[in-house]
């Protein structure tokens, strides 16, 4: 029997010839992968909703301008109103899921609340919604070449400009996109 490797703490990199408008051009930062499925964050898509505009709308008071101006992504078209913030190191919140030894992801409003007092992790990003696969589904579409996958780099995460997440993700993979054929049976 086959036994699947699990992408935690991986990136999902669409190919070029992934047309689902969701997706198109993204590295998808998986969160957590098991036989029930997998979910993730996409981390290249801002948003034109900054930081402090999140926190008025909760109600967060006294956020500093530099930590409120920071753009907040789509992370996914799963549950746009529900936000997640990827962040290192992982800390101690009420709702988070261990993503590596230094990355978590947290759903809980106490990190906001730090992160408005300056008192939140050294590096996060906020994101409304989530991707998601249900069982099987993303096996599926890795052997539908649909993804590239590779283990993250929180550099790309944390630090990488976004417009240059996607061809930087595919580089740690030994890909340049710019090379590959939308094509079937071209390189």
């Not at 993204?26 to 098991?34: A, G, M, Q, R, S």
């Amino acid at each position: 029997m086959k036994t699947m490797r699990y992408l935690r703490n991986h990136f999902l990199i669409a190919m070029p010839t992934l047309e689902d408008t969701n997706f198109a051009r993204t590295v998808t930062y998986i969160c957590e992968h098991n036989r029930d499925g997998a979910i993730g964050l996409i981390i290249n898509r801002p948003l034109n909703i900054t930081l402090e505009q999140v926190l008025q709308h909760m109600k967060v008071k006294n956020c500093p301008q530099e930590v409120g101006a920071s753009p907040v992504l789509l992370g996914g078209p799963v549950q746009q109103d529900r936000g997640f913030v990827l962040h290192r190191p992982i800390g101690q919140w009420e709702a988070t899921l261990t993503v590596s030894d230094e990355v978590g992801i947290t759903t809980s409003r106490d990190i906001l609340d730090a992160i408005a007092q300056g008192q939140g992790p050294q590096q996060t990003l906020i994101a409304l919604g989530h991707a998601g696969w249900g069982p099987n589904q993303l096996e599926q579409e890795l052997a539908e070449n649909a993804w590239l996958s590779t283990p993250a780099n929180s550099t790309i995460v944390f630090d990488t400009p976004y417009p240059q997440r996607w061809e930087a993700a595919a580089a740690l993979a030994g890909v340049d996109l710019s090379r590959l054929s939308g094509e079937i049976g071209h390189a």
